[in-house]
């Protein structure tokens, strides 16, 4: 297991940015901030984490000091059991918060681990309550994000129990597709640059890797699905609606701290 990120690795990296300047801004999925608002949170902001892929943020079974926001890049919370193997429970994309999943003053239930390179905004976890006391509105959005975290499981629950193979990897694909297409993260129409291997797709999707690789390779015989180690792309994303039965959504934008 690899570490989890502690103090002395806060602000390293080279650009910062201050609230006003947030990147996450301009994506097209994620609520505008009001100017009071973005104050406060500069404020409660105790500076930038520069975290490598394959490095943990959180570490199972160990308490936490910060809560985070992801500024740049994908992860991943996952789940440990005892004798090594791994779920991995949900995927993490810039303006996510992290480390709310588990009660405030407990040891984290689940570990969180940079997919790829990312950067995270930094607060302190013992000044949470009180930062949100400042702004009756920051209640109404946490809970909002509790809830749409809470959705998010329950369609992948249902992937574990009724989907089969092919389902279940069209439907993270799409999952993972349009997540990216809300946070800037897109390479092209519904394509997205996300190095993920069939080994973590098995750990996604309770799925053997062998399974796996067949699964892939069907789905990307009849062109609905191009999953390679570097990038997924859905040629066709309303085939892939009605191959998983998900009918196409307006989401509304996510607010972020």
């Not at 009071?36 to 984490?49: C, M, S, Y």
């Not at 990312?118 to 509790?146: E, G």
Request: hydrophobic share 40%; net charge negative.
């Amino acid at each position: 297991m690899r570490r989890g990120m502690t103090g002395n690795d806060m602000n390293s990296g080279s650009q910062h940015f201050t609230c006003t300047q947030c990147p996450l801004l301009s994506c097209p999925g994620l609520r505008e901030q009001e100017k009071d608002r973005l104050a406060l949170i500069q404020e409660f902001k105790h500076g930038e984490l520069g975290v490598d892929r394959g490095e943990q943020v959180l570490v199972q079974d160990t308490k936490s000091e910060h809560l985070y926001t992801v500024l740049k890049g994908v992860l991943i919370r996952f789940r440990l059991m005892d004798d090594g193997r791994r779920q991995i429970i949900n995927f993490l994309f810039p303006g996510d918060l992290i480390g709310l999943q588990a009660t405030l003053d407990e040891p984290m239930t689940h570990g969180v681990e940079a997919l790829t390179d990312a950067r995270l905004c930094v607060f302190p976890r013992a000044d949470f309550r009180h930062f949100v006391s400042q702004f009756p509105d920051l209640n109404y959005d946490i809970v909002w994000l509790a809830a749409k975290e809470e959705a998010a499981l329950e369609e992948h629950l249902v992937a574990l129990g009724q989907r089969n193979a092919r389902e279940r990897i069209a439907y993270l694909a799409m999952f993972l597709i349009e997540r990216a297409e809300q946070t800037c993260l897109t390479s092209g129409p519904h394509k997205m640059s996300l190095a993920v291997t069939q080994g973590q797709i098995a750990d996604m999707l309770g799925l053997s890797l062998v399974h796996t690789n067949r699964s892939l390779q069907s789905l990307r015989k009849d062109g609905l699905v191009r999953w390679t180690l570097t990038e997924i792309e859905i040629p066709d994303m309303d085939a892939v609606r009605d191959l998983v039965q998900v009918e196409r959504a307006n989401p509304k934008k996510r607010p972020f701290i």
